[in-house]
């Protein structure tokens, strides 16, 4: 499936049952289109047991959830840790185990990772010039920090009252991922895997 500006990144398709997350390996090769912008401010959310709109738990960034917060190197830890940080060829890899602090579900769970970097207004501007795929959704800068998706008329990133500072945005970025849980029963209604050349389609 296709992701369009705005979707969260599905780790785990809602699968049925009672049982415990373990945790998961994500890898990401950044969309070069966005430039040397930062891509790892998606929060982390686990919808379950009836969970609707909203989900029961919810992370403060990717960064923060594998425990490298404010940009992330290589390093590797018993419970979290990430293996590939390249900044040059935009590819970042990193795991993160629910040891310690245990997910039980009951009924159902799902878990998605939210697709949002972020970068300076000026520099993101010009990506947005050129029609790079973005939507920016927060600021945080010297008025404070600005949600644009609860005004009702939110200004546009070319505008002259755009206010300055740090601009989160929607992104589409290139993931894959790997879920660990166990289940009270040896089916789930997961969905089959996307043919080889779905899943390898640009990959060099």
Same mark, same amino acid.
């Given at each position: ?6 979707d ?5 398709p809602?699968i ?9 390996t994500?890898?990401?090769n950044?969309?070069?289109s966005?430039s040397?912008?930062?891509w790892?401010e998606?929060?982390?959310k686990m919808?379950?047991d009836? !969970? ?7 992370? &403060? ?10 940009g992330l190197?290589?390093?590797?830890n018993?419970y ?5 940080a390249s900044d040059?060829?935009r ?9 310690p ?21 000026n520099?993101l501007? *010009?990506?947005?010039?050129k029609?790079?795929?973005?939507k ?12 644009l998706?609860d ?6 990133? &070319? !505008? *002259? ?5 740090w ?5 589409? !970025? ?13 089916a789930s209604?997961?969905?089959?895997l996307?043919?080889?050349e ?7």
């Amino acid at each position: 499936m296709t992701s369009q500006v705005g979707d969260d990144f599905i780790v785990l398709p809602k699968i049925k049952g009672k049982g415990r997350f373990l945790g998961m390996t994500v890898g990401v090769n950044t969309d070069s289109s966005y430039s040397k912008s930062w891509w790892g401010e998606g929060e982390v959310k686990m919808f379950m047991d009836g !969970d609707t709109q909203y989900p029961t738990i919810v992370g &403060t960034g990717t960064e923060d959830y594998i425990g490298s917060a404010w940009g992330l190197g290589t390093f590797t830890n018993l419970y979290q840790g990430c293996t590939v940080a390249s900044d040059s060829l935009r590819q970042y890899n990193f795991y993160r185990w629910h040891v310690p602090d245990a997910i039980y579900f009951n009924k159902d769970i799902k878990v998605v990772l939210q697709q949002i970097g972020g970068w300076g207004k000026n520099e993101l501007r *010009e990506l947005y010039k050129k029609g790079v795929n973005l939507k920016p959704i927060t600021i945080d800068g010297p008025g404070g920090f600005v949600r644009l998706l609860d005004m009702p008329e939110a200004p546009l990133i &070319t !505008d *002259e009252k755009f206010p300055d500072g740090w601009v989160n945005f929607y992104r589409v !970025d290139d993931y894959s991922a790997v879920s660990y849980f166990y289940l009270n029963k040896p089916a789930s209604t997961l969905p089959s895997l996307s043919p080889v050349e779905i899943r390898t389609k640009n990959v060099k």
